[in-house]
């Protein structure tokens, strides 16, 4: 599961669960400035910096409703 990090590695802005954030395959995390301040090039890893997925909840939220409808159908 992609750990969804809370701020930027450059900056320290809080980046929320549906804020833009830019990352790479071992994902390192920017916000969208620093992002295009570093030409999208993580520099850790040397990595392309690619739009971040947004998750409009908690992991554990989702797991929870998911195990309840496997439940409902076990049952």
Known sequence: MLKMKPACERCNTRLGLIDDAF????????????????????????GNLVLRPTRRSSPTEVAKS??????EKIL
Not at 32 to 41: G, H, I, K
Not at 66 to 71: E, S
């Open 23 to 46: 990352i790479c395959s071992f994902e390192c995390t920017f916000c969208p400035t620093c992002s295009e301040a570093l030409n999208a090039n993580c520099p850790n890893c040397n």
């Open 66 to 71: 998911g195990f309840k409808a496997k439940l």
